[in-house]
């Protein structure tokens, strides 16, 4: 179904011999930078096994072919290993940086799994990626043909601009509308800049441009254009919305000055690393210098907010979360890395109401793990009599996020949605059940990761692309 570009000449060798022999292990080294970069790349990629079973393969969402890519970077076959990794992953170096692959592929290597380290293959899908930036190897977006079919897409995050990237290269006339003023979604935005570097992302942004991808930014679909107007537009209209609404905490005290959402906090900071003016930033309202800061949640979004107040100077920075360490949501990595950075966990404490006009404590109530809720999961249960005031001069809510209600703020009500609010769209083609419009991303999966929005977006391309080429006949099914 999914239609791959076209790999070029890249035949694996497997007896050719190792460029280095595979004598490092992966706690010798936690990433791949720096002096003697491409040997260790090639001695982290030789520690690979080459099991015959790659659980690396399977639990990566784009089923990249690592064994392959590994043993090419291993012989000191650089260019053909990018060229493998690219052919599945239209924002490698970006999986690379930012993947939790502690619970995708190198969770589930099979050296992890035999208690040696995992080969780090996340660091190694980065370096030969941007090796081929550096190289000149990644060749620019050139359409194969021009074709005269159009197609809007809502969004310019990775869902949106993987399928524009997919769609351009196979002739269409794609226009990508976002309301923000830079394209990139969550990897601009959300995301912070220590983890993935915004020139990694403009460098992307860019080629999709350079290739023909006209994008229409400030520009609010459902304010601006009508979601009408769009259909209108395009032979096919792509959803590509992400999930923008916050979960909001209800507590005494909750509307006090200097109590935030995390989205508006690492919004603020991201925009100031691109230089621009801020004055949330600039009054202090969002920047956690010289402050007690709690953030509250357990997510990575909050691991996000607790590494960027120790980066922006905080007094001090403390996490709560309602559940233990074995039971949070974020990865385990991220926790070690907030650790090392000397943030400070207080598991099972919830929030129950905050001091202050401006806010200057915030009440702990101590849990427990109780009996497993419908979920499955344990449900915390207040310990009576276990609470404390924690003092805070800004409290930053990472409670998860929501989708918007798309049917009522874009007036069509005849959109099929969940009853999450995410728009309800064929697992595997992607089609919602309006004519011509697909959905990918997190507005369908609800919050979720890059990769998958990746996935999402480069298999909604593929079927955009059989609707047009036969609308009647996939209209008829
Ligand atoms: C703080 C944070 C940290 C994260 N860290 C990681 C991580 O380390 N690794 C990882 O894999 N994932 C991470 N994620 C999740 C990841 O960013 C998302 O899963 C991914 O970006 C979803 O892609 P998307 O294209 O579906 O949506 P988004 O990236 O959210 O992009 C949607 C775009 O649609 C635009 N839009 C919305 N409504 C409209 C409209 N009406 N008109 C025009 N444009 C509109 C938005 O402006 C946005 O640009 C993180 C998320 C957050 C919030
Ligand atoms: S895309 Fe993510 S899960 Fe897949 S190989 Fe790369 S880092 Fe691992």
């Avoid at 650089?78 to 690379?96: D, K, M």
């Avoid at 194969?144 to 809502?154: D, L, P």
């Avoid at 900071?269 to 949330?280: A, L, Q, W, Y």
Wanted: overall charge negative.
């Amino acid at each position: 179904m999914q239609k791959q570009p076209m790999l070029q000449f890249v035949t694996v060798d497997r007896e050719m011999p190792l460029k280095r022999p595979p004598d490092l292990r992966a706690h010798d080294f936690a990433e791949i930078y720096g002096e003697f970069a491409a040997e260790k790349a090639a001695q982290q990629a030789g520690r690979c096994s080459q099991c015959g079973v790659p659980y690396c393969q399977t639990h990566c969402p784009l089923h990249n072919n690592i064994p392959d890519w590994l043993m090419l970077t291993a012989q000191g076959r650089l260019r053909e290993a990018y060229e493998v990794a690219q052919s599945t992953n239209t924002f490698p170096e970006i999986c690379g940086r930012i993947c939790p692959q502690d619970r995708l592929c190198e969770g589930n290597c099979v050296i992890e799994k035999a208690g040696h380290g995992t080969v780090t293959i996340g660091a190694v899908e980065k370096y030969i990626t941007d090796t081929a930036w550096e190289e000149g190897w990644v060749a620019p977006l050139q359409p194969r043909q021009e074709r005269a079919e159009s197609v809007g897409i809502v969004g310019a995050g990775p869902a949106g601009l993987a399928a524009a990237d997919m769609l351009r290269r196979d002739g269409y006339q794609v226009t990508v509308y976002d309301r923000y003023d830079r394209a990139g979604g969550l990897m601009v935005y959300g995301i912070p800049g220590f983890k993935l570097e915004k020139p990694v992302v403009e460098r992307r942004n860019q080629q999709i441009a350079q290739g023909g991808v006209e994008f229409v930014l400030n520009c609010d679909i459902g304010a601006d254009i009508s979601f009408d107007a769009l259909r209108g537009r395009h032979d096919a209209v792509l959803i590509a919305t992400g999930v923008y609404k916050s979960r909001e905490l209800e507590a005494p005290g909750v509307g006090a000055g200097g109590i935030v959402r995390a989205i508006d906090y690492l919004t603020a900071s991201n925009r100031k690393s691109f230089g621009d003016e801020v004055p949330e930033f600039e009054s202090g309202e969002l920047n956690a210098f010289g402050k007690r800061v709690v953030v509250i949640g357990g997510g990575d979004t909050a691991m996000d907010c607790v590494r960027t107040a120790v980066r922006q100077g905080a007094r001090s920075v403390k996490c709560l979360y309602r559940r233990d360490r074995d039971n949070m949501p974020g990865s385990l990595r991220e926790v070690a890395n907030a650790e090392e950075e000397g943030v400070e966990f207080a598991w099972l404490s919830a929030p129950t109401g905050f001091a202050g006009d401006a806010v200057e404590s915030v009440r702990v109530q101590q849990m427990r793990l109780g009996r497993p809720d419908a979920t499955g999961r344990r449900a915390p249960e207040a310990i009576e009599g276990a609470d404390y005031a924690e003092p805070a001069d800004l409290v930053i809510k990472a409670l998860g996020f929501e989708p918007e209600d798309i049917p009522t703020l874009w007036n069509v009500p005849e959109l099929e949605v969940t009853r999450w609010g995410t728009v309800k769209a064929d697992f595997r083609t992607h089609s919602t059940n309006m004519p011509g419009v697909f959905a990918a991303g997190d507005i369908v999966r609800g919050a979720s990761l890059v990769v998958w929005a990746i996935r999402d977006g480069r298999e909604a391309a593929a079927a955009i692309m059989e609707y047009l080429a036969a609308p009647a006949q996939l209209a008829a099914e």
